[in-house]
């Protein structure tokens, strides 16, 4: 984490809480793109993914001041839930039904757009739950132990609800051959 020129991350805890802006920017700085990443998986739009992280990192700010930070933990799953949280608000809005008819296909040329729609079409019938623990563990590249953290559960249980989130995912992506 790139924080200020001699200053421990419990140290620009403390000065966020007591109100300084930049000692809180300097803490969030290295958790915006993964957050971002977070809501890009969640809700696949990038407007709504920048207003989510935004949304967040003000929610975050405001209440910095009431959350004890467990040392070992530190602040990216504490931020990486707020995200979470937010992106499942904004798809549970009222306006996330209206259908938006942005790239309809992804330009990439390293695999088969078929391919990619079949992904897409199976990572959307998935639970919340399932889609942000895959998010988490393989888009995020996040270990266990911080993805039980994100999520406010124990290893174990991630490890239980990613091998679920993966076996609900196996049917709607298994492979016809000729």
């Not at 700085?29 to 989510?52: G, V």
């Not at 209206?98 to 639970?127: S, Y």
């Not at 239980?160 to 016809?176: G, K, V």
Request: net charge neutral; with cysteine; hydrophobic share 45%.
């Amino acid at each position: 984490m790139q924080l200020r020129e001699g200053a421990c991350e419990e140290e620009l805890v403390r000065l966020a809480k007591a109100g300084d802006g930049a000692a809180f920017d300097d803490l969030l700085q290295p958790l915006l793109e993964p957050a971002f990443r977070l809501a890009m998986t969640m809700l696949r739009d990038r407007s709504a993914a920048e207003d989510a992280v935004q949304e967040a990192a003000l929610k975050a700010w405001v209440k910095l001041d009431t959350v004890k930070f467990r040392s070992e933990a530190g602040l990216k799953p504490w931020f990486l839930t707020i995200v979470a949280n937010q992106s499942r608000s904004v798809r549970r809005g009222r306006w996330w039904v209206v259908l938006k008819f942005g790239e309809l296909v992804d330009k990439r040329e390293d695999t088969d757009p078929a391919e990619r729609m079949d992904l897409q079409r199976a990572l959307d019938r998935l639970p919340h739950s399932y889609l942000l623990i895959l998010s988490l563990y393989y888009h995020l590249d996040l270990p266990i132990d911080e993805v039980a953290t994100t999520l406010g559960i124990s290893a174990g249980a991630a490890k239980a609800r990613l091998y679920r989130a993966r076996q609900a995912l196996r049917p709607a992506l298994t492979l016809e051959t000729p």
